[in-house]
């Protein structure tokens, strides 16, 4: 008998983390220049958001390879969570400073492509287990992370208008512990060799 439900949630996870990114990357910016009003300090922001995506490429296969793949999907969506909630938790109680949040914006986005590495590394042991061809699973997933990617901004955009900056980023941390336990829920642990 197959087993679909990994391969969904592996789906659902995938949506839901890389649609929270790009909320985040409304969201954050946003936040900055409404607190701030200035451009400056909110393109710095958008660099801090950018500049770990580009490192953690270097060395992003290794944190894979260390922690493994589903481990490294769980770690990264919790750091996002962790990150991107901590904003408007230190906005609302102590005050933020901005180079808190810049540390933030960095430490949220650095786990960010090893943690697409390792769903898309789990990937192919949950097709075989739902016994689904891999070329529709392929193209499904493509589907969704494009799709992901360009619904996520205009969903920033909703949710900053309808609830505010750090209204959107609590609704954004919350994301991502759902994508972690989306994970940790339904996909197996690979099995040793």
């Known amino acids: 008998m197959p087993r679909r439900a990994p391969l969904y949630a592996l789906y659902a996870a995938d949506t839901i983390s890389l649609s ?20 400056t300090l909110t393109a710095l922001v958008v660099f801090f958001n950018f500049l770990p995506i580009v490192l953690s490429a270097f060395f992003g296969g290794v944190v894979v390879d260390r922690l493994g793949f589903r481990t490294t999907s769980v770690v990264a969506d919790l750091a996002s969570s962790a990150a991107v909630a901590a904003i408007p938790l230190l ?3 102590v005050g933020i400073e901005i180079w808190q949040l810049m540390a933030l914006v960095f430490v949220g986005a650095l786990l960010d492509a090893p943690g697409a ?19 529709r699973a392929s193209g499904f997933r493509s589907g969704i ?6 619904v996520g901004a205009p969903l920033g955009g909703v949710l900053v208008a309808a609830f505010g900056a750090t209204g959107a980023l609590w609704l954004d941390a919350a994301s991502f512990l759902v994508s972690a336990a989306l994970i940790v829920v339904f ?3 690979p099995q040793a060799a």
């Open 117 to 135: 590495t390792a769903r898309a590394a789990l990937f192919p042991d949950v097709v075989e287990l739902a016994e689904v061809p891999m070329e």
């Open 20 to 39: 929270g990114n790009a909320v985040a990357q409304i969201a954050i910016p946003w936040f900055v220049l409404t607190e701030t009003g200035s451009a």
């Open 91 to 93: 906005h609302t109680t």
């Open 145 to 150: 992370q494009q799709g992901s990617q360009l």
């Open 187 to 189: 996909v197996a642990r």
